[in-house]
T-cell receptor, first 115, second 116 residues
Framework: QKEVEQDPGPLSVPEGAIVSLNCTYSNSAFQYFMWYRQYSRKGPELLMYTYSSGNKEDGRFTAQVDKSSKYISLFIRDSQPSDSATYLCAMSAKWNKAAGNKLTFGGGTRVLVKP | DTGVSQDPRHKITKRGQNVTFRCDPISEHNRLYWYRQTLGQGPEFLTYFQNEAQLEKSRLLSDRFSAERPKGSFSTLEIQRTEQGDSAMYLC??????????????FGEGSRLTVL
């Protein structure tokens, strides 16, 4: 079983709908949680960063972390066709000298927003 | 543009050949990471540098792989005697900081390797 599980999708929604993405994880040492967006044949782009449990909102994006359930979510409101991409969750434990802030990624969920 | 820069963006090679990828991190970032991403999968950690010191290597990094970061600036990832299974996107990321850090990594556009 992978440390971070993420439904591969594809997730198809109409323009304007709310996109709901989530990941589960097994390593209780994870403290930093991130969401990256990746367009085809491009590098991952950092979207949201959250430390420990709680919610964080940035424009149309809301990230939620529930450490007790080992479950994180990303919500995209008023979705646009330009939001069509693969969304990767990533997480890391507390920084240590040996590994730095090594990220463990989910497999990514492909999202398609239809006009 | 002051982001992470990777070169070349795409490399096609024949099995058995050697290839080298270069990464230029964001200038004030002293931490540098290499990841590998295959089609339909998330990136997988390969190795990590703090300045010029290579501090951790994944078991994915076989003895055909070598990474360097001379002078703590740019980094190179070399793959010797390439195999078809090496075909993937090789991603470089950097992050700032001394002790501690928040885990926010900034990725380059990647170097895509195709081994024929």
């Amino acid at each position: 079983q992978k440390e971070v599980e993420q439904d591969p999708g594809p997730l198809s929604v109409p323009e304007g709908a709310i996109v709901s993405l989530n990941c589960t994880y097994s390593n209780s040492a994870f403290q930093y949680f991130m969401w990256y967006r990746q367009y085809s044949r491009k590098g991952p782009e950092l979207l949201m960063y959250t430390y420990s449990s709680g919610n964080k909102e940035d424009g149309r994006f809301t990230a939620q972390v529930d450490k007790s359930s080992k479950y994180i979510s990303l919500f995209i409101r008023d979705s646009q066709p330009s939001d069509s991409a693969t969304y990767l969750c990533a997480m890391s434990a507390k920084w240590n000298k040996a590994a730095g802030n090594k990220l463990t990624f989910g497999g990514g969920t492909r999202v398609l927003v239809k006009p | 543009d002051t982001g992470v820069s990777q070169d070349p963006r795409h490399k096609i090679t024949k099995r058995g050949q050697n290839v080298t990828f270069r990464c230029d991190p964001i200038s004030e970032h002293n931490r540098l990471y290499w990841y590998r991403q295959t089609l339909g999968q998330g990136p997988e950690f390969l190795t990590y540098f703090q300045n010029e010191a290579q501090l951790e290597k994944s078991r994915l990094l076989s003895d055909r792989f070598s990474a360097e970061r001379p002078k703590g600036s740019f980094s190179t990832l070399e793959i010797q005697r390439t195999e078809q299974g090496d075909s993937a996107m090789y991603l470089c990321a950097s992050s700032p900081g001394g002790e501690g850090g928040t885990g926010e990594l900034f990725f380059g556009e990647g170097s895509r390797l195709t081994v024929l």
